[in-house]
């Protein structure tokens, strides 16, 4: 994109050979992170036809290092815009450190009604932690807790099987990056939202075999996510 004056002379170039901004995005960074966990799991058999299992997963990790701090620079290219706030980095190095210990578990229960149709319930508890992006980055450390509890009935004979389940799932806090333009210096920035999600569901999944050489399978599932009260560090929305 060329600028020319009114006897056709060139000004300038907005940008360079095609170039509209050089180094919109720049990271870089150390990290070093180490994640134990120790576990548990068990199942109980409560009566002939009532089944209990859980489990339980305790886990710490912690994450040193740092990232990089960066400043918009003018590259001294006169003719082009192009260069004219280009990131790199200072020589400043700023230290992060990430750690956690949480505890995932999960319990369900089995109850055969007949030899043909069973019902079950299960509730679960899960996190995903913060990882290596959050130390070498500026992208703020969320820890998501997935909560999941969900029923249903299943149903298995000869030549047909089905199975229902009813669930509900919700994620809190819930984190999402978005990735913006500023407009004040054409830079790329990355605003983090935090907020919650929850998704409430139906799945159903069924197999019919007439015969042994042909059989129908096929499942679906329905599931009206919806997220809910995002807002950003600079209390956007």
Known sequence: ???YDAGGQVLGRVTDNGVLRYSSTLNGGESTVTQTSIFLADTWKLAPQTTLDFGARRSGYRGDGYSKNT?????GNSTTLADNSTLGFTGVNAPRSIDGHPTSWTVGINQEVTPTLGAYARASVAYRLPGEINIYTFAAPTTTKAQQYEAGLKYSSLPFSAFATVFVSQFKPFATTVAEIDPATGTIANQVFI???KS??????FSWR???AFSLDGSATYSPAKSGNMVSAAGNQ
Request: no cysteine; charged share 20%; hydrophobic share 50%.
């Open 71 to 75: 400043a918009r620079y003018d590259l």
């Open 210 to 212: 007439p015969i042994a």
């Open 195 to 197: 907020g919650n999600v």
């Open 200 to 205: 409430p569901g139906i799945e159903i999944e």
């Open 1 to 3: 994109l060329v600028a």
